[in-house]
């Protein structure tokens, strides 16, 4: 299936370019798939062929690949000031416009934003803010950050030293002082004969003694997404983030929801942390802030931070940190739209009406012996694949069940992601109805010719 010849936009691509995060088996013999446009939720490749991009590109293109508001928005920046910067009292009348917009979509009353060009850059960013206020009030020995198994926050070194995936000790990562709990998904992680209710308590009193082990003024914060994403779309156990949030508003922790892929709608309500009931000391957003129209982070800080690091900075004149792009007029520009098109054009809602068809697709396709939980929140959800149904046993590694179904489907015109043995579903929110019944379709074929080949 494979063009080998040497010219192929497939050998080119192999020839010149290091993959980051792509199974090179698969790639060596299937060859990257190269792309030249979108056409709504679909993709099409240099030979012509569509896909259902069942992934959002990243969980980022919400708004599909060729929506005409948000290139229109950009087209008129590009027009009018096509790039600046956000130092030195100088900054785009957009990035003031966004500023005020995105704490107002926020769950704060109040708040400040701090830009940068990605989830990475935008995490790192809030643990200096947290060593920066912590030294400034007088407790620079809060410096360690708490996250969890699983959690992804990034791949810059202090981001992937909060991701919990062991693929980072071959970095030699995470850096000292970056600790880690446990994922609180209780169909992996709950014991035989424990209750959600149980293990939930049983993860806040891990919480406890780590604070206890540790000491709360050695803890500088405690990041969370409040549906794990990358790890493999893992929603909390039932009550997590309540029984959390009194335990470290009580030693002085601030709560940072990372909400770099549940932002913006893709759990049904605008922040995934208005879903889970909760309101976090600040906010990490990227991905879905500009639909994917645009590389951009932010960090919107929450009343309280942002009066604290405010002051902190007035103290030595200034807060001295800053992307060169950071508050970029095009992307301000862009995400303003984005903003608009997600919630006052009907995408937000159109992921509200297609859930119970998604959720229904995912329950269906569970009840095949080889997958062992479907789960999920709003329009992201995951299969997960086992050899045996009743003892959650997964497969054998080696037989790379998970990259195996998601090539199948990449051969029937449909992207989705294979994590771990899981795989993982989180369209576009402009998807139809017809558009989801192939997804399903196409996935359910991939099923049962791929588990027929292992079991
Ligand atoms: C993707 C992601 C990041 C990292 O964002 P990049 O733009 O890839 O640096 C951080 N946190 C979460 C939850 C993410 O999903």
């Given amino acids: 299936m494979r063009d080998t010849a040497p010219n192929s936009w497939e050998s080119r691509a192999d020839a ?19 792309l030249t446009h979108g056409e709504g939720p679909y993709v099409v ?24 508001g948000l290139i229109a928005a950009a087209k008129a920046q590009y027009d009018r000031f096509p790039g600046y910067h956000a130092f030195f009292g100088r900054m785009s009348d957009q990035t003031v416009m966004l500023s005020e917009k995105l704490v107002e979509v926020s769950p704060f009353d109040r708040g400040r934003v701090f830009y940068t060009n990605s989830g990475s850059e935008a995490n790192d960013t809030m643990v200096k803010i947290l060593w920066f206020l912590h030294g400034a ?96 779309v893992i929603p909390p156990s039932a009550g997590y983030f309540q029984a959390i949030q009194p335990i470290l508003k009580k030693h002085g922790i601030p709560l940072i929801a990372d909400e770099v892929i549940t932002g913006f709608g893709r759990t049904g309500h605008v922040w995934g942390s208005q879903t889970y009931d909760f309101t976090p000391d600040a906010i990490i957003s990227s991905k879905n802030i500009t639909a994917g129209f645009f590389p951009m982070g932010a960090v919107i800080l929450g009343p309280e931070l ?20 950071s508050g970029h007029p095009v992307g301000c520009a862009i995400a303003l739209k984005a903003i608009e098109v997600v919630m006052n054009e009907g995408l937000l809602d159109n992921v509200r009406a297609l859930t119970p068809r998604f959720e229904a697709g ?69 998807i139809t109805e017809a558009q989801m019944d192939e997804m399903f379709d196409k996935l359910g074929q991939a099923l049962t010719k791929v588990f027929a080949e292992v079991a």
């Fill in 137 to 232: 009030e007088g407790k620079p020995e809060r410096r360690k950050i708490l996250t969890r198994w699983n959690g992804y926050h990034g791949v810059t070194v202090v981001s992937a030293s909060m991701t919990g995936k062991p693929y980072n000790s071959v970095f030699g990562l995470p850096l000292p002082g970056f600790i880690h709990l446990t994922c609180p998904h209780y169909w992996r992680e709950g014991r035989p004969g424990e209750s959600e209710a149980d293990f939930t308590r049983r993860m806040a009193q891990e919480l406890e003694d780590v604070i206890a082990r540790e000491g709360a003024d050695t803890i500088a914060g405690f990041f969370a997404e409040p549906v794990m994403g990358a790890g493999g």
């Fill in 306 to 325: 942002a009066d604290r690091v405010q002051a902190a900075a007035e103290a030595i004149e200034e807060f001295p940190h800053g992307f060169t792009a």
């Fill in 16 to 34: 010149h370019s290091l993959y980051g995060f792509t199974d090179l088996p698969s790639i060596h013999a299937r060859g990257a798939v190269v």
């Fill in 362 to 430: 995912l329950r269906e396709l569970a009840r095949n012996p080889n997958i062992g939980e479907w789960r999920g929140k709003g329009l992201m959800g995951a299969l997960e694949a086992v050899k045996d149904k009743a003892t959650k046993t997964p497969f054998d590694s080696k037989l790379s069940v998970s990259e195996r179904i998601a090539n199948t489907c990449t051969d029937l015109g449909l992207i989705c992601r294979p994590l771990g043995q899981a795989v993982v579903l989180c369209p576009p929110f402009i």
């Fill in 45 to 68: 490749d240099v030979h012509g062929r569509r896909y259902l991009d069942a992934n959002s590109g990243l969980w980022n293109m919400v708004a599909g690949f060729d929506h005409p």
